[in-house]
């Protein structure tokens, strides 16, 4: 998962379960942060699920790879 968002304006998304259409500004501070704080929740929670199972967990992100 990324943790951030490109800034590209707006952008239309779509869920995939309901195919609700919604439009969001990628250059918005505030959505730009709401995006990080809520990507870091997801990989906090995961890190502590597959721990809690005696899983081991390691983070790869795209940055790693440049």
Request: proline content about 3%; glycine content about 4%.
């Amino acid at each position: 998962m990324d943790f951030a968002l490109p800034k590209s304006g707006y952008i239309t998304l779509i869920d995939p379960e309901t195919k609700h259409r919604f439009t969001v500004n990628t250059d918005s501070k505030i959505v730009l942060e709401n995006y990080h704080n809520l990507m870091s929740d997801k990989q906090n929670r995961l890190k502590s699920f597959l721990s809690s199972i005696g899983a081991h967990h390691l983070l790869i992100e795209k940055r790693d790879f440049t």
